[in-house]
């Protein structure tokens, strides 16, 4: 299993001062900055682009940015975000006309690929795309806000996903987003996660330290 990795969402940030904000959660222990973009077309939220990760890396942070494109079309901001300072870029298949392009379209750009499913997408999209990509997330809650209960079924949804990457021989990360707070992200961990996205359960706490220390001695069981 790889270490684990906690990536902080910002959308739960206050936007006022998102510098500050991101560099005290990184401070704080975070390992990446898990970054949403949301079009109002494909979810019913709208939020940051390529401008925003840019300035970050203007700012100065040198952490992992973990861009979870939320968007459709999928294909023609990934050179921009490759530009702007992304590392990993995930999509969702289904908003691809073709995912395998895209996938190649990412790596091209320098970025490592993801692919996202939502909760009622199928694994199925793995069966032909698991080993050209670095990174699976499963969302434990439906894209396009922040603030959403975990949903349960995603437990064996995630073991299913483990049972594929480690039938692979490629380093595959098992990242899971929506709902993960302290109290239930041991058995997240438990049934195969291993790079967790926190947005309400971190920004919204006083001292981000205490919450992700207490979350990595919860996946540490
Ligand atoms: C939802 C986003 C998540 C969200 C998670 O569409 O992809 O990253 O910020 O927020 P919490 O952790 O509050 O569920
Ligand atoms: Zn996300």
């Known amino acids: 299993m790889l270490e684990p990795i906690i990536a902080p969402s910002i959308l739960s940030a206050d936007f006022a001062r998102l510098g500050e904000e991101v560099d005290n959660v990184l401070a704080a222990g975070a390992d990446w900055v898990h970054f949403d973009v949301m079009d109002n077309h494909y979810v019913p939220n709208l939020t940051i682009g ?7 890396r203007k700012h100065g942070v040198t952490a992992p940015i973990d861009v979870h494109l939320m968007i459709q079309p999928v294909d023609r901001i990934i050179p921009d975000f490759a530009e ?3 590392t990993t870029i995930s ?6 006309e073709h995912p395998h392009r895209t996938i190649q379209a990412i790596r091209a750009a320098g970025c490592q690929p993801g692919l996202v499913f939502n909760p009622g997408t199928s694994l199925n999209y793995l069966d032909w795309l698991l080993e050209d990509i670095d990174l699976v997330l499963l969302m434990s809650v439906n894209p396009g806000f922040g603030g959403q209960k975990f949903i349960p079924s995603t437990l064996d949804k995630l073991r299913e996903a483990r049972r594929r990457i480690d039938a692979s021989d490629r380093e595959i990360r098992l990242e899971v987003d929506g709902g993960i707070k302290a109290d239930n992200i041991a058995e997240v961990a438990a049934a195969g996660a291993d790079t967790f996205v926190a947005g309400s359960a971190i920004f919204g706490a006083d001292d981000y330290a205490t919450v992700i220390k207490r979350m990595r001695e919860e996946i540490a069981g």
């Open 50 to 56: 390529p401008m925003v990760c840019e300035a970050l």
């Open 91 to 96: 999509f969702h298949p289904e908003a691809s």
């Open 84 to 86: 702007a300072g992304a």
